[in-house]
């Protein structure tokens, strides 16, 4: 078709009263930022009237030892237009220039970081930022987010367990954990992080999965039974 021919044609459609819709190409869709406090779900991004340049913040929160990205990370994003959240460890949010954000990134573990900022531009732009977290050691040596993986495997284990607790509950614990791939590995991982610091890893989580045992469970000490069935403890409390 020659263009005379699609020119002649197009005026054809407008003297007949008729509107022509040129089609846009698909776009991927935006992150879409979900206020904290809003029954909209749908809410679009932050905007004020009048606004002439945007500001867009597009980043992760990582683990500031290993870069990688934590995925169970908070993001709470704070301005004057209100309060989001984002969960998974990415964020994307969108303001008018010369707003004030207050940002705070927390997960199980590590340290919470609260930031300030306030984006100068003449322009629209977009921000590439990263988050980095610190974890939090303890006074054994082992990371809060080692301890925290070990609590999270025991009280899961517990409530695969039937009531009234048998006395060998803790027994069945490490049972468990040897019978669980995952578990099993996430068990060597905290043990070797403390063996690294020159202590005793085994002792020091066999030691705190027991107490912790007792007080998810009866909180009663029956004596010790010195054959137990998992091979990863020698002795355990019965309960």
């Known amino acids: 078709m020659t263009l005379r021919s699609l020119l002649l044609i197009l005026l054809s459609v407008m003297l007949a009263g008729c509107s022509v819709i040129i089609p846009r190409p698909a776009s991927t869709p935006p992150i879409i930022t979900r206020p904290v406090d ?39 994003m704070v301005t004057v237009g209100g309060s989001y959240e984002f969960m998974g460890g990415l964020f994307q949010i969108s303001f008018p220039a010369e707003t004030v954000v207050n940002i705070r990134a927390k997960a199980p573990g590590y340290k919470t970081e609260s930031r300030q900022m306030k984006a100068h531009y003449k ?6 930022m990263e988050i ?70 085994q002792m020091r989580v066999n030691a705190h999965i027991g107490q912790l045992v007792r007080q998810l469970t009866t909180g009663v000490n029956r004596g010790r039974c010195n054959s137990p069935r998992s091979s ?8």
């Open 132 to 201: 980095k977290l610190e974890r939090i050691h303890t006074e054994s040596g082992v990371t809060a987010m080692s301890m925290y993986d070990i609590d999270e495997m025991v009280q899961r284990i517990l409530r695969s367990q039937k009531k009234p607790w048998p006395t060998d509950i803790t027994d069945r614990v490490f049972l468990a954990i040897e019978g669980n791939r995952r578990d099993y590995e996430a068990y060597f991982r905290t043990i070797r992080e403390i063996d690294a610091q020159g202590k005793n890893g």
């Open 232 to 239: 990863l403890i020698k002795s355990y409390e019965r309960h």
């Open 38 to 76: 809003a029954r909209e779900s749908d809410k679009p991004l932050l905007s004020t009237p009048g606004s002439e340049y945007t500001v867009t913040i597009e980043g992760r929160v990582t683990d500031a030892d290993t870069g990688m990205t934590i995925p169970d990370a908070t993001i709470l």
């Open 123 to 128: 322009r629209n732009v977009t921000l590439d």
